[in-house]
């Protein structure tokens, strides 16, 4: 483990592996870089690329700050481009994470080439968007200790049926939700209202493959087509069989063809 030290003083915990040019993976909401996907997305990319697998503020060892803004995070990856990709990294996103990066590239920061998994934008006529006290829902939740509740209410407004919910509460990796729970208000304000900041994302000239899952909601499937067509140098790519719950060993290939034009 190696750290960086953020803008303003917050360490910044990452681990790197391989060698190439730098790859940095960003997490989406309850990953941190010691997640089971993300530690195997990251051997498999290291035979090509120095891969940065590092834990957004909050998670893992990472450190934290009483008050939060989503533009710490951007100095965040920032401070990890500096300090570990010698001033200039390839970035791929997950998720919310995958608009913290497209953020990260609309605040300037030297990202040579930019690969997305479905930032989950809620795009087309009436889509399923969270309720617009989401993120103060889970703040109060948090406040109040409650972080099973946070993590279902917040799974419940992503779309996740019920079932699958109950489910997913008697599995082992639900401590590992559990232990990151605080930080779910941190992705919903990267979010936003969830609606698709075109203006923003049209800002952004840097090279990006927007990757999405033939399988997934339709919102996200649509939400991938949508923010490639407004990128000035934007792609798609759906990979078959897939959901929001990707398959590390079929991202990987995609992401090696992409970053190697």
Known sequence: MKRVISKDGTAIAYDQTGQG???????????????????????????????INYDRRGRGNSGDTHSYA????????????D?????????????????????AAASGLNITKLALYEPPFMVGDNPPAPPADHEEQLRKMIAANRRDDAVKFFL????????????????????RFRAV???????????GDYSLPAKRIASVNVPTLVIGGEKSQAV??????????????????????????????????????????
């Open 21 to 51: 040019p730098a790859l940095i993976l960003v997490g989406g909401a309850m990953s941190y870089r010691s997640f089971p996907g993300f530690v195997k997305l990251a051997g498999l990319l290291a035979t090509d690329y120095t891969v």
């Open 70 to 81: 989503v533009a710490r995070e951007v100095e965040d990856l920032q401070a990890v481009i």
């Open 83 to 103: 300090g570990a990709g010698g001033g200039s990294a390839y970035v791929w996103g997950m998720s919310s994470g995958a608009a913290l990066a497209l953020d």
């Open 156 to 175: 419940r407004n992503m779309g996740a049926p019920g079932i699958a919910i109950a489910i997913m509460r008697v599995m082992p990796f639900w401590a």
């Open 181 to 191: 729970a605080h930080t779910l208000p941190y992705d919903a304000a990267v979010m």
């Open 220 to 261: 996200l499937r649509q939400a991938v087509q949508e923010v490639a067509s407004i990128l000035p140098n934007g792609e798609s790519l759906m990979l078959k069989d897939q959901t929001h719950n990707v398959s590390m060993k079929v991202l990987a290939p995609a992401l090696k063809s992409y970053f190697s034009r």
